[in-house]
């Protein structure tokens, strides 16, 4: 069992690697990212390869931080197993990682600058989003394993 685990966490250390090669390791400056209406988040799926998952997605710049937001997706599921992720925005990966919010005031704050953003799409996915339950919103913050210059 001990070396299954080890060849598991190897394959996907290799795997997170290789997927992130071209990653910028320096936080992105967020000002210049608030009107930019929709980003790509790499993610790993799931499978015996740690096959690499581009989705775009919307993000919102608040108080200087980035932040994302998912409902019950494939590429949500891998952040929450695996929360290092590349972003791409404006032709430039930045190597970061996706820290849930708690419901509580900062979450409320968000869920409404999601809504101020992207408006009518906004109540439209809200609605779908009722069915299927609450949504997850992630701040976009340094990596842990990595040093991060800003």
Known sequence: MTRLFHAFALGSLAALSAFSAHAASTLPDWKHFTDLRTIQVETLDDDKQHTPRETTIWLVVHEGQGFIRTGATTWGDNVRREPNVVIR???????????????GELYDTMKQAFRDKYGFMDAA??????????????RLDGRLDMPMGN
């Not at 925005?89 to 419901?103: F, H, K, V, W």
């Open 89 to 103: 925005m404006s032709g430039t990966a930045y190597e970061l990682r996706a820290t849930p919010i708690p419901q």
């Open 125 to 138: 996915l809200s609605l779908v989003r009722g069915i299927g339950g609450t949504p997850t919103i992630m």
